[in-house]
């Protein structure tokens, strides 16, 4: 079992900077990838990025390469997504999950999921 606990959302101005922590819980942690993903209302959850803390391998959709990162730090069993050059389009539910896969897009590929945690980008 993991638990996944997300922080670290609110409203910001376009062009700013945010960055949010997915605590992770479980003697897992270290071993399953860690997926990021955004929803909007009525839609299903987007890939955002993922990190293989087995390997610190990252991919990113293409929507937020060069502007949104993803890091790990095992001590604290926490995975961030630091946010930089925010545009509105990126207001959205921000959920962190983990896998088995080495890397997935797809998020039937993931089995544990926080509850999420809100990003609004004003214009």
């Known amino acids: 079992q993991v638990h996944m606990v997300e922080s670290g959302g609110k409203l910001v101005q376009a062009g700013s900077s945010l960055r949010l922590s997915c605590a992770a819980s479980?003697?897992?942690?270290?071993?399953?990838?860690v997926g990021w993903f955004r929803r909007t209302p009525g839609k299903a959850p987007v890939f955002v990025g993922t990190l293989n803390p087995r390997t610190s391998n990252t991919y990113y959709a293409d929507s937020v390469k060069d502007r949104f990162t993803i890091s790990g730090d095992n001590a604290k069993s926490t995975v961030y997504l630091q946010m930089n050059s925010l545009k509105p389009e990126d207001t959205a539910v921000y959920l962190c999950?983990?896998?088995?896969?080495?890397?997935?897009?797809?998020?039937?590929?993931?089995?544990?999921w926080g509850q999420g945690t809100q990003v609004t980008v004003s214009s």
């Open positions: 999950a983990s896998t088995t896969y080495t890397v997935s897009y797809h998020p039937n590929d993931y089995v544990y």
């Open positions: 479980g003697r897992s942690f270290g071993t399953y990838s």
